[in-house]
């Protein structure tokens, strides 16, 4: 038997050496101890370091208690008044990253939850339950933002995102920090962010949230605001930060209408699954009344055959990650040119806008 901790236990400011448990009432952010009794869907379990570790019949898993709703991959949670964590009941595993709940839901091609029976809430030696720290900020730091946000989970926001990064790094010499504020936590997107140059990361885990799932607009925004203003303390020019799954869950909205967030936002990259989803996710911006202006991407099909629908049916030029001059043209006509006043600035009909 071996032991997985998984990566969201690193919102938890200090992770005892030496783990207890107890039994109690679990709620959203409390550590957890299990136990697997059969693989399902998540044959793995992204470990502190980033990296997948296989996991087998009578592993034992530190994973955090959290919802998850997905529409593409598995949807589950806790119940409103706590989930009783004693030795032997049953929970699954919802997320690669460690969050543990109860599955409700899960798409037939991706087979039925990874069930775990639990051990107990992880504790120090003095029978303290561990939890992640929230960590929240009332106002925003002036930095300028990007979001990237798409249509779907997988429609390739975190590729568009490092691209953006490596770009703005490597060609201007800039100093980026890159974040991801809403979704299920996995530290390999973080690190895919990092590692395409950025001076600093950090997201929503280690601002004390497993998921966005299930937190009120009060914690999923104050957690954004916190995070835009440590990697500006940390030496960030600029803030490329991803927004997981869709526009419509996680707490999305509500960061894309805070007003200090708005300010700070230069523009929101619309990663979407296919033409269609372009002109979908820019009525949904209008009917939901987000000003962040919209830079429309390229989604995985025929380039080609992409920007000709969309020029032709809504009047913007997709920007494709993978090609220099499209990202030249957004770093320089979008991002870079700063506005002689508060707010965002308007994006050129040529950089993709409406």
């Known amino acids: 038997m071996s032991r997985v901790i998984a990566s969201c236990t690193r919102g938890a400011q200090a992770l005892p ?12 952010g409390d550590l957890v101890i299990a136990r697997v009794v059969r693989v399902g869907a998540y044959k793995a379990v992204e470990n502190i370091h980033g990296r997948d570790v296989r996991i087998r019949v009578g592993d ?9 709703h997905s529409t593409t991959s598995i949807y589950g949670g806790l119940p409103e008044s706590g989930l009783p964590v004693r030795a ?3 929970a699954d595993l919802l997320a690669v990253g460690g969050v543990v709940g109860i599955a409700a839901s899960s798409p037939a091609s991706l087979g ?35 979001f990237v946000g798409g249509t779907a989970a997988e429609v390739g926001k975190t590729t ?22 809403a979704g299920t936590g996995r530290l390999r997107d973080l690190l895919t962010l990092a590692d395409a140059g950025a001076r600093c990361a950090a997201d929503f885990v280690d601002a004390g949230l497993a998921t966005t799932y299930g937190h009120s607009a009060e ?33 999305i909205p509500d960061i894309l209408r805070d007003a200090g967030l708005v300010d700070a936002a230069r523009a929101l990259v619309l990663v979407p699954s296919d033409t269609m989803a372009s002109l979908g ?46 990202m030249e043209r957004l770093v320089r006509e979008v ?18 806008a409406r």
């Open 17 to 28: 050496e030496r783990l207890t448990s107890v039994e109690g009432t679990g709620r959203a």
């Open 60 to 68: 034992e898993l530190v994973g955090v208690l959290g919802d998850r």
């Open 88 to 90: 032997g009941a049953p």
């Open 112 to 146: 039925t939850a990874t069930a775990l029976e639990l051990v107990g809430l992880a504790a120090d030696a003095d029978g303290r339950v561990v939890r992640l720290e929230r960590r929240s900020a009332p106002t925003v730091a002036g930095t300028p933002v990007v």
């Open 160 to 181: 568009f995102a490092a691209a953006l990064v490596n770009h703005l790094a490597t060609r201007h010499g800039m100093r980026v920090g890159v974040t991801k504020l």
């Open 219 to 251: 914690a999923v925004v104050g957690a954004a605001r916190h995070l835009v203003g440590r990697l500006a303390e940390e030496g960030a020019e600029l803030v490329v930060a991803e927004l997981g799954g869709d526009l419509w869950g996680a707490g």
């Open 281 to 326: 996710a820019d009525t949904w911006l209008t009917q939901n009344g987000i000003t962040i202006p919209p830079v429309h991407g390229v989604p995985h099909r025929n380039v080609m055959a992409a920007r000709e629908r969309v020029g032709r049916g809504m009047g913007v030029q997709l920007v494709d990650p993978h090609d220099e001059q499209d």
């Open 335 to 352: 991002l870079l040119p700063v506005p002689a006043e508060a707010g965002a600035l308007p994006v050129p009909a040529e950089a993709g």
